[in-house]
């Protein structure tokens, strides 16, 4: 058995495409994901149950169900609803960009909440209290002292998020999109050579996953230095 | 509501389960192999066993799933004329479905385990050694049974991460029942009633399975003290 190089270097600019399709999926859906995760996060950690419990659900469903499941609840499933079809957001709902984007920033934004909050809730008791004796609001203490704190103290964890993001983002290729994954089905389409096609893709989401730990081992030592073990 | 699809779908839930603990047997498995391979002093068994879990873990499963499907496929009929087996071979996607998924997770498991036999500390296998027992009966005796209590939380979140992800196998043909509800939503244009029918029974198996195993691991926790806050 042989290995197809020369279909592989042909078909190099789809996968460069897909490179650039996946990562701006993968951005989208993370900054959209995180800026929901926050006050997901906040209602997480409140002791009231009103506030806490429907955050609890919303965390605990999209957590229990496949992201399969959700991207075509999205995608497939929200076209049964003539009142969804012919609403304002239809162009919208029916462009399968979006539809990923928006399904995959629904998931991560549930990871991340569950990440955020306990990582809030491992705050040191001793900063809490001296933001107290400083006399700051509540507001001001989780603008100041809490999230500033927690979401250093989340980086290790949500690199993980991040490389699980990443994987996940090959499933827009089910949605017509030609992510990395994408690419390799539409050569495995054309010469049918499965190996070579799918081995491609691999090699390329092995490079941006390296990429990805290299670039978060950066940020933890420029943010987390100060809970490194001191040297010397 | 369902249109009388709902006995097709609850066999596709069956089928689902099935290829979950199946594929989660397998896993177990390569995962005790490959920390066994990482674990051991031996530098190219060692590196080998790094290798599977790392690039394994770092290519998305849809992908993996892609190649070992089709791959597979095509290198077994590549290599059967050579054996003088000239048919076509249809691959089962039951039993590709349970080794893709087994390969894919033992990768991962093997990082749950290898990291639950370092948190025992050294000296229970030493004092087995000194009672006179052989290193096979210290491993099953004394190591596995406190293995077992550090790999529970990591391996509930594998199970949780790879019953979801069986729903990918649906893709490539098996009937599970992802595969069942698009059948259904295809033929009554009813996409939404059935996907949410089966987020539902995903949910019941990730809210079933999560009690059962916190049970265990109140089990295996017996004798360990918990620091009290």
């Not at chain 1, 980086?155 to 990443?166: A, C, D, G, K």
Request: glycine letters at 6%; charged letters at 15%.
């Amino acid at each position: 058995m042989m290995f197809d190089y020369n279909v592989i270097l042909d078909s190099l600019p789809l996968y460069f495409g897909g490179v650039l399709v996946t990562l701006k999926i993968l951005l989208i859906a993370l900054a959209f994901g995180l800026a929901l995760a926050v006050p997901l996060a906040l209602m997480r950690v409140s002791r009231s149950p009103w506030v806490n419990a429907p955050a609890w659900l919303y965390t605990y469903v999209i957590r229990g169900t496949p992201m399969l499941v959700q991207l075509f609840l999205i995608y497939y499933g929200l076209a049964q609803f003539e009142a969804v079809r012919e609403s304002v957001l239809w162009p919208y709902l029916s462009n399968a960009t979006f539809c990923a984007c928006l399904a995959f920033a629904i998931n991560t934004s549930a990871y991340s909440a569950e990440i955020l909050a306990g990582s809030l809730k491992a705050t040191p008791p001793g900063e809490i209290e001296a933001a107290r004796a400083m006399g700051m609001s509540r507001a001001t203490l989780y603008r100041r002292i809490l999230l500033p704190s927690a979401l250093r103290r989340a980086l290790p964890q949500y690199s993980n998020e991040v490389i699980m993001m990443l994987h996940t983002t090959s499933l827009a290729s089910i949605v017509t999109l030609i992510d990395i994954t994408g690419a390799a089905r539409t050569v495995n389409a054309q010469y049918y050579l499965p190996f070579e096609a799918f081995l491609t893709a691999g090699a390329f989401y092995l490079m941006l996953t390296f990429i990805l730990v290299r670039l978060f081992k950066y940020a933890e030592r420029r943010w987390l230095a100060y809970l490194a073990p001191r040297r010397g | 509501m369902l249109h009388g699809y709902g006995s097709t779908i609850l066999d596709g839930a069956w089928l689902t389960l099935t290829l979950a603990l199946t594929s989660m047997a397998v896993a177990i498995v390569l995962g005790l192999l490959g920390a066994a391979f990482r674990l051991s002093p031996i530098k190219w068994l060692a590196l080998l066993g790094e290798t599977y879990a790392t690039v394994i873990r770092g290519i998305p499963d849809l992908v993996l799933i892609l190649l070992i499907f089709y791959g597979g496929q095509d290198l077994v009929n590549r290599v059967a004329p050579l054996l003088g087996h000239d048919e076509y071979i249809d691959i089962n996607p039951f039993v590709a479905g349970v080794f893709t998924m087994g390969f894919i997770f033992g990768a991962y498991l093997s990082e749950t385990f290898r990291g639950a036999f370092m948190a025992i500390p050294k000296g229970q296998a030493e004092a087995g050694m000194a009672y006179g027992m052989s290193g096979p009966r210290v491993f099953f005796r004394i190591l596995v049974p406190q293995m077992i209590r550090f790999a529970i939380p990591g391996f509930t979140n594998n199970w949780l991460v790879l019953t979801k992800a069986t729903a990918l196998i649906s893709l490539v043909g098996l009937q599970d029942m992802m595969f069942k509800a698009k059948s259904a939503a295809d033929a009554t244009r009813e996409p939404f009633t059935f996907y949410l029918a089966v987020a539902a029974l995903y949910l019941v198996l990730t809210s079933v399975s999560l009690l059962a195993l916190r049970f265990l691991e109140k089990r295996y926790s017996v004798g360990s003290k918990a620091a009290e806050l």
